[in-house]
């Protein structure tokens, strides 16, 4: 089935620094998502990603589709950008989501 | 704007009871809709995927019979959890969407074993 490979694992930064999460998939994808998701278990929808990059605020999302790859770019980070980062991705052909397994960012002041 | 909803945000149930959970979709037509579940310590995983109209597409190792779900119409889904035990525990998030749009999902609904 469907794979979505994510790392690092976790991440340990100084505050200032940029992050950048990589996230593998096993199957063509229509679309990659990268969601954060808060300590209560919610998720935060930060982008969607057909191919390409794509912006907004420090957040930069950039997919390789004929690599089957991703990454999440956070410039200058914040101690409040510390969690847990999930990316999801939506095979072609198939509206079923994968989720990686998540990368656990952590932010030191 | 796309929001779902899901009733109730947390809950407890005793072993061997049953526990329905709602999903409710607003600003948009939810075609389509999936129940994942994360258990603790893992990333989601995709219960079912239910399309107005057409049969609820079951994942490997979740059934109907364990966790029935209904799709009536293109704004609300509930899905009941029969028979709890302590492995049913954990967050069930609910993904609504039309066609080939983008998922929108919900905040979640965290069930408690006892």
């Known amino acids: 089935g469907q794979q979505v490979q994510q790392s690092p694992a976790s991440l340990v930064l100084q505050e200032g620094e940029n992050a950048e999460l990589q996230c593998n998939f096993s199957s063509t994808a229509t679309r990659l998502q990268w969601f954060y998701q808060r300590p209560g278990g919610s998720l935060v929808s930060l982008l969607s990603n057909p191919s390409g990059t794509k912006h907004t605020g420090r957040l930069t999302s950039t997919t390789v589709t004929k690599e089957r790859r991703g990454s999440l770019h956070i410039s200058s980070s914040q101690i409040t950008d510390s969690g847990t980062y999930l990316c999801?991705?939506?095979?072609?052909?198939?509206?079923?989501?994968?989720f990686g397994a998540g990368t656990k960012l952590t932010i030191k002041p | 704007g796309a929001l779902v909803y899901q009733y109730p945000r947390r809950t407890i149930c005793k072993s061997g009871t049953s526990m329905r959970m709602e999903c409710q979709a607003v600003g948009f037509q939810a075609t389509s809709v999936a129940w994942y579940r994360q258990s603790p310590q893992k990333t989601f995983e995709l219960i079912a995927l239910s399309t107005v109209n057409s049969a609820i597409k079951y994942e490997q190792n979740f059934t109907q019979e364990k966790f029935p779900i209904s799709h009536p119409n293109l704004s609300f889904s509930s899905m009941t959890v029969l028979n709890a035990y302590l492995e049913d525990r954990g967050l069930y998030l609910c993904g609504a969407w039309t066609g080939g749009a983008e998922q929108f999902f919900g905040p979640g609904t965290r069930l408690t074993v006892l």
């Open positions: 999801a991705m939506e095979a072609y052909g198939n509206e079923k989501i994968t």
